[in-house]
């Protein structure tokens, strides 16, 4: 829970800023329960957006102020999370196969687009500017790419659905 997140956040923190990795302070999430999913740092606007799927909602912690400044609820078992820099957020739904894309700054959903089943794992890949979901299960699995706009461009099956997603440039 709490102790996981403040590791997993000076993490992030320290890969942001350059620095050593060591804690750099704790956050606390006054009435956050359950598991977390992904996290997605917003490091020019300094926010933590984090997937609560436990809670069925989104979390952006201001890493100024040290607090929750908003929180979407009533998502569908919420995974994945990813920081577009068109200031958006893309956040994935293991409980009804959907992605969903937000203005990170109001919350306000944009775009959805549903893969069937069980949406995981998010990865934003800055230099292609293409954001790649995991998606399914069994033989229904697979890896989808994304514009940043939230155009599908195409899908790769897989034996199941991919629990991490990196993109290696080549």
């Known amino acids: 829970g709490l102790p996981l997140l403040c590791t997993v956040l000076a993490t992030l923190m320290a890969f942001a800023a350059h620095a050593e990795l060591g804690l750099q302070r704790v956050i606390t999430l006054p009435g956050v329960r359950g598991q977390f999913g992904q996290l997605a740092l917003d490091a020019a606007h300094h926010r933590l957006?984090?997937?609560v799927t436990g809670s069925n909602s989104l979390l952006?912690?201001?890493?100024?102020?040290?607090?929750?400044?908003?929180?979407a609820i009533g998502l569908n078992t919420p995974l994945g999370v990813a920081y577009l820099p068109s200031d958006q957020v893309a956040v994935s739904a293991s409980g009804n196969g959907a992605i969903g894309f937000y203005t990170a700054a109001t919350f306000n959903?944009?775009?959805s687009l549903i893969f069937g089943s069980d949406a995981g794992a998010?990865?934003?890949?800055?230099?292609?500017a293409k954001?790649?979901?995991?998606?399914g299960r069994a033989r229904h699995a697979g890896i989808a790419v994304i514009d940043?706009?939230?155009?599908?461009?195409?899908?790769?099956?897989?034996?199941d659905q991919p629990q991490a997603l990196l993109v290696d440039p080549l």
């Open 49 to 51: 957006f984090v997937a």
């Open 60 to 71: 952006v912690i201001d890493l100024q102020k040290n607090v929750i400044s908003e929180r």
């Open 109 to 111: 959903r944009r775009a």
């Open 122 to 128: 998010l990865y934003f890949d800055p230099d292609s």
């Open 131 to 135: 954001l790649y979901l995991g998606y």
């Open 148 to 159: 940043a706009t939230g155009k599908p461009l195409t899908q790769l099956s897989t034996p």
